[in-house]
C-alpha cells in the first residue's frame, strides 16, 4: 500500500499529524531490519595517534626518563580508544517505520517525516560547521556521514561552531556516522519503500550522485536546504 510522505497544508489536521509525529516513540518504528554502529572513521583516528607519537617521540629526545613519553602514548591512546568504545556501543537501526538512534533507543525518526531530497553525503572534518545538528541527532564523528532531514523533538541545541540555523522547526538534522555510509543509504531506502514511501524509490544513487556536499572550514553560504514545518519535501531527484 502507497503511502505519502508528510506534507503540513496549513490546517489543523495537518498540524496535528505533524505533533504526533514528533511523539512517536521506538515502540512505533517497528522490527529492526539493518543496524549499523557510529564507528569513527580512521581519519580521525590518525588525527589523534599521528600527533600523539610525534609528541611522544620529541619528549622522549629531550627528557632522560622514558616515563613523560609512555604517559603522552597512554593518553593519546585512550582518547582514540574512547571513540572506538563510543561509537560501538552506539547504535543506528533502521526500523520498519522509521530510525532508531543511540545506545538507549530514545531517538526516533519516522519515515514519514524524512525527505529524500534533504539526504546528503559528507566527507569532511568540519560537518558541523556547515549543518546544524542537535547533539543528540549526531552519531559517530567526522568523516564520511549521512546528512538526513526529519522530525525532532527535545534535542539539545548546541551549534557550537556556528552553523546556519534556519530557526525554529518541528524537522531537524542528524549525522550519522559509520564505515559503510553507502550500505545506511540503501538501508534506508529499502525501508521507506517497504513501508509504502514509494517517493523515496532511488534515494541512495541520487544522494551518491547529486547530494554529495564537501564541508571545509570555509563556510560560504549552506551546503545544505533546511525545512520549515509548512516546506513539503524536495524529492530524490532535488539537487545539493
Excluded: K
Excluded at 517505520?97 to 572534518?125: C, F, I, K, M, N
Excluded at 556536499?213 to 545539493?240: C, M, S
Aim: hydrophobic share 50%.
Amino acid at each position: 500500500m502507497s503511502r505519502a510522505l508528510f506534507r503540513h497544508d496549513g490546517s489543523p489536521a495537518a498540524q496535528a499529524h505533524l505533533e504526533a509525529l514528533t511523539r512517536l516513540t521506538r515502540a512505533d518504528m517497528g522490527a529492526e531490519r539493518a543496524v549499523f554502529r557510529a564507528l569513527p572513521g580512521w581519519g580521525l583516528l590518525l588525527w589523534i595517534l599521528v600527533p600523539t607519537l610525534l609528541i611522544a617521540v620529541a619528549a622522549l629526545a629531550i627528557a632522560p626518563s622514558p616515563i613523560g613519553a609512555v604517559v603522552i602514548l597512554a593518553v593519546g591512546t585512550l582518547v582514540a580508544l574512547a571513540f572506538v568504545v563510543g561509537g560501538w556501543f552506539d547504535r543506528i537501526r533502521v526500523c520498519d517505520q522509521g530510525l532508531v538512534l543511540g545506545l538507549r533507543a530514545t531517538v526516533v525518526v519516522p519515515w514519514e517525516s524524512v525527505d529524500p531530497g534533504r539526504v546528503y553525503l559528507t566527507r569532511g572534518a568540519f560537518v558541523a560547521r556547515h549543518v546544524a545538528a542537535a547533539v543528540g541527532a549526531t552519531r559517530g564523528s567526522s568523516g564520511r556521514m549521512v546528512v538526513l532531514n526529519g522530525t525532532q523533538r527535545g534535542l539539545f541545541m548546541l551549534n557550537a561552531a556556528g552553523a546556519h540555523d534556519g530557526g525554529p522547526s518541528p524537522f531537524g538534522w542528524y549525522l550519522l556516522g559509520g564505515h559503510h555510509p553507502s550500505r545506511l543509504l540503501a538501508a534506508i531506502e529499502a525501508a521507506m519503500v517497504a513501508a509504502g514511501f514509494t517517493e523515496a524509490h532511488g534515494l541512495a544513487p541520487s544522494t551518491e550522485q547529486l547530494r554529495r556536499i564537501r564541508t571545509t572550514y570555509r563556510v560560504d553560504g549552506p551546503l545544505v536546504t533546511e525545512r520549515g514545518a509548512l516546506d513539503p519535501p524536495l524529492g530524490v531527484d532535488h539537487p545539493a
